[in-house]
C-alpha cells in the first residue's frame, strides 16, 4: 500500500532512526551505522510499494516489523 513521505518518516522514526537529514541529492535516515536515502520532498505523490519495499531492504527492516511500527 502506497505511504506518504511524512507518514515513512514517522515509522522510521518509531523503528529508532533519526533524522532526516540533508545528503548529495537525497536526504537520509541514520540508525546506529545504517543510513538508508529516503525520497526527495519535491516529488509528487506517494512512495510506491516498490519503492517502499527497496527502501526498507536497504534498512535491514522486516515487513513484520514494519507493520508493528
Do not use: C, T
Not at 17 to 27: D, I, L
Not at 31 to 56: A, T, Y
Amino acid at each position: 500500500m502506497p505511504i506518504s513521505r511524512r507518514k515513512l518518516i514517522n515509522k522510521f522514526r518509531a523503528l529508532g532512526f533519526n533524522g532526516p537529514y540533508s545528503g548529495g541529492r537525497h536526504q537520509f535516515m541514520v540508525k546506529e551505522d545504517l543510513k538508508v536515502r529516503i525520497p526527495n520532498p519535491h516529488q509528487k505523490g506517494e512512495i510506491s510499494d516498490s519503492l517502499l519495499n527497496e527502501i526498507l531492504r536497504q534498512a535491514e527492516i522486516s515487513s513484520e516489523d514494519w507493520k508493528k511500527s
